[in-house]
């Protein structure tokens, strides 16, 4: 972890992330996003988002795509299939990700930047067991995420850069 500047000052440090203080400004450094890792899960036609409660957005129900942190000497591709593995029970190999590009949540008060890929595989793909950090699965067909996109139920900024990404470079 990158020691704070003379001008910074850490005011509060939990293990996953700190709060700095930078003269009048304050922003949240997490130092597992140096590997951290988003993945757009593709299976067959068929996008899966996780149904994540977050008590941040006040118990909202939302509808993201597998991310996380990466662990000590673990690459982002590395971190992608495990959490593609962990949150969806899909088991992808190094050749079935694509590197979309990378993506910074909020500028004004994260420092984190965050790698984004797509997973492409089979419809068959078959599956492990997950963990239960996601209330559910949600398997939408790709040509109708721009409209669950323009009734708002896409909100997550990851999933949004997935797409983005995804529509841009791969359509």
Known sequence: MPTP???EHIE???PWFRVVRHGAFHYVDEPGAHAGAAVLPLVGDTVWLL???RPAQQGAITWEIPRGYGETH???QQCALRELREETGLMAEPSQLTWLGKMRPNTAILSSC???YLAQLPADTSL???DHEAEGIVKLPLDLLPLQLAQGKLEDSFTLAALSFYWAALR
């Open 74 to 76: 673990e690459t982002s």
């Open 114 to 116: 965050i790698d984004i």
């Open 51 to 53: 149904e994540m409660h």
């Open 128 to 130: 492990c067991s997950r």
């Open 5 to 7: 500047s003379v001008d």
């Open 12 to 14: 509060y440090e939990n």
